[in-house]
């Protein structure tokens, strides 16, 4: 398997605007006239949580189109971590919905969790093991084939430019190496849609432009993600049309001025 077999390395169609002046055409035909509209990656419906009688999330309403990268800014405690819990199906929402690439993740949980992988707040893998060690481990658990896990643990190293420290033991890392590896681990069963939970919070200035040289190359290659963040630069600097938190959870749309847009869609 090469790199351009990973669903996240295949290069996505241009989008282009038809003459009737639709906004979703594709090669310049509008849809209907060639190829049809893609499914957007995330489309979520009044989704909330409560514990108790605390909302953690109330009536979150979003749509992560194909191909984009979609930032959730917000402080800290504003429901952004729950907003990921409830779409990546690890946390069961007391009400709304989510949608993955069109299938109902409330009827179908597994075929939700075969298209996304999280790459999460919290630092996971094993200190006794190494670098590698620990991605290969998590490709195994996710189930990709024996014969592809060498080749898709060293692409997703690379990816992150975690090679030259692959054989170092998880325990001598610093904070930011750990986020990078948990990025690789993320990566290597290939999704199609990538959750990144503030992943340069507390890390090194190194380490954060690796983070986001990763980043780019995967909306290069059409990855869909939804990355959450308390700093507007990260917002600035890679997504599409960000949401700020207010109380509760809840989200108000709002643009950022950019000064490279094409960074934000793969075209």
């Known amino acids: 398997m090469t790199r351009r077999d990973w669903p996240w390395a295949r290069r996505q169609p241009k989008r282009t605007e038809a003459a009737t002046g639709g ?3 594709v090669d310049g035909l509008a849809p209907g006239a060639g190829e049809r509209r893609r499914t957007p990656a995330v489309v979520t419906r009044n989704l909330g949580r409560s514990v108790g009688r605390r909302e953690a999330v109330r009536g979150i309403s979003l749509v992560v189109e194909d191909g984009e990268t979609l930032g959730l800014l917000g402080r800290l405690g504003a429901g952004k971590t729950t907003t990921i819990g409830l779409i990546s ?12 690439f069109g299938s109902l993740v409330s009827e179908d949980v597994n075929a939700a969790r075969r298209l996304l992988n999280v790459a999460s707040e919290e630092e996971g893998g094993y200190p006794s093991l190494t670098g590698e060690e620990n991605v ?4 195994r658990l996710y189930g990709v084939p024996r014969g592809e896990c060498s080749q898709r643990v060293a692409e997703a190293l690379e990816l992150v430019e975690m090679t030259p ?12 190496m ?14 199609r849609l990538l959750l990144l939970d503030e992943p340069t919070v507390g890390v090194d200035p190194q380490s954060r432009a690796h983070i986001f040289q990763a980043v780019r190359a995967l909306q290069a290659r059409g990855l869909s993600i939804l990355y959450t963040t ?4 990260d917002v600035e600097a890679l997504c599409d049309p960000s949401r700020s938190s207010t109380r509760g959870g809840s989200w108000r749309s709002e643009r950022y001025p950019s000064s490279s847009p094409g960074r934000r869609r793969a075209r």
């Open 23 to 25: 906004t979703d055409a």
């Open 89 to 100: 199906t690890r946390l069961r929402p007391t009400r709304g919905e989510v949608r993955i």
């Open 136 to 139: 290969d481990f998590f490709a």
């Open 165 to 176: 420290s692959k054989d170092d033991r998880l325990a001598s890392y610093s904070r930011g």
């Open 178 to 191: 750990r986020r990078r590896l948990s990025l690789a681990c993320a990566l290597v069963t290939g999704p």
């Open 230 to 233: 308390r700093d507007i630069e």
